[in-house]
């Protein structure tokens, strides 16, 4: 199974962070904390290029807290700075201000050579759909600046917020990339939420995603529904019947 989901709209959306990258000083580029590598989009790492850079994992209150520390390990071995955030309780987000004051720093240096001296940092906020860029927003403006939401595409222009540690923040809208090459990816991106609903089969994508936290997490999927029996499809039906998801008349 292929899934793929591009949106007119992404179109547009990629041409204006290509033109806003010219006018910040960092990029938080945001990925999904349970799937940190399918939800890089390599489009916006080609748009990113040599600007500094911090990656934010976010939900991490939903990804296996091992695997985050070893990811931030990865990416810091990789020569780049990682955080891990959750930006619905503010988990974790004491360290953005620091790191990007320090990735900051030469960009600033150089305007106040350049006799600049009130011009606040400029941070252009990117990631795929449904990671969670409006609610980080929110968190670091300290009020309600930016539209958020449960689902994808939210988001639909750019805008400029301020906050109160000087920083100049540019919400994006969520962009995917045109192909997923992976078939994997599309499914991962499915499962947690990044693609819409409507356009997806679900009992597939369902499928899918408990074959894998069958493979990963086999003791924490059966201390949640009991050991799974039978084949794949059975086990759909026996999640359904734990979370009290089957109809009237069903099972």
Do not use: C
């Amino acid at each position: 199974m292929t899934i793929q989901w591009y949106p007119g709209h992404m179109a547009k959306a990629r041409r204006e962070v290509a033109t806003a990258i010219r006018w910040v000083d960092v990029v938080l580029e945001l990925v999904d904390a349970r799937i940190p590598s399918a939800s890089r989009n390599p489009v916006l790492g080609e748009l990113i290029g040599d600007k500094p850079r911090l990656v934010v994992m976010t939900r991490v209150d939903l990804a296996d807290p091992d695997v985050s520390r070893r990811w931030i390990g990865f990416f810091a071995r990789q020569g780049g700075r990682a955080v891990a955030v959750d930006a619905r309780s503010g988990r974790g987000l004491r360290g953005i201000g620091g790191a990007v004051r320090e990735l900051a720093a030469p960009s600033v240096g150089r305007w106040k050579k350049r006799g600049v001296r009130n011009r606040g940092v400029r941070v252009l906020i990117v990631g795929i759909p449904n990671v969670g860029k409006s609610s980080l927003i929110n968190r670091l403006a300290g009020r309600s600046a930016a539209k958020t939401g449960d689902l994808p595409g939210v988001t639909r222009a750019q805008q400029w917020i301020r906050t109160s540690e000087g920083f100049e923040l540019l919400d994006t809208p969520g962009i995917l990339w045109p192909k997923f090459e992976d078939p994997e990816t599309g499914l991962l991106l499915a499962a947690t939420g990044a693609i819409k609903e409507e356009i997806l089969p679900l009992e597939e994508v369902a499928l899918f995603l408990l074959k894998r936290l069958q493979l990963t997490y086999p003791r924490a999927l059966a201390g949640r529904y009991g050991d799974l029996a039978g084949e794949p499809e059975d086990w759909l039906e026996q999640v359904g019947k734990g979370r009290g998801l089957l109809m009237a008349g069903a099972g």
